[in-house]
């Protein structure tokens, strides 16, 4: 059964860093695009980093505005795991984070809305505060 797993969530203080995980089973990672998107209480749901598959896609990245320079999105092929990399962590980066993969490897590479990508995780509690 194809599924995702999000870990790595928790309290911390403005400055500090923090490491998401996202396991993958059922699948190989690589082949899939992958997603970070967050979703804080009233607001909408915003994609914060994505990747594209390097066999099916072109590897790219992207960032958004508000984390571009602080957070980092990468894979680890041996342990089929992607991770979101959080640095210099500010209160508005207070959400629920999920992890998200596209089995077509180019969600990230065309830009695509959520609906694109296939499988979700559950989301991990992330608070910023003093």
């Known amino acids: 059964q194809e599924q995702v797993v999000e870990s790595g969530g928790g309290l911390v203080q403005p400055g500090e860093s923090l490491r998401l995980s996202c396991a993958a089973s059922?699948?190989?990672?690589?082949?899939?695009?992958i997603g970070w998107f967050r979703q804080a209480p009233g607001k909408e749901r915003e994609e914060v980093a994505c990747?594209?598959?390097?066999?099916?896609?072109?590897?790219?990245?992207y960032y958004a505005d508000s984390v571009k320079g602080r957070f980092t999105i990468s894979r680890d092929s041996t342990k089929n795991t992607a991770y979101l990399q959080m640095n210099s962590l500010k209160p508005e980066d207070t959400a629920i984070y999920y992890c998200?993969?596209?089995?077509?490897?180019?969600?990230?590479?065309?830009?695509?809305?959520?609906?694109?990508?296939?499988?979700w995780g559950q989301g991990t509690q992330v608070t910023v505060s003093s």
């Open positions: 990747i594209a598959s390097i066999t099916n896609s072109d590897g790219r990245t």
């Open positions: 998200a993969t596209d089995k077509s490897g180019q969600g990230c590479t065309i830009r695509a809305a959520p609906d694109w990508y296939d499988y």
């Open positions: 059922g699948f190989t990672l690589d082949q899939h695009a």
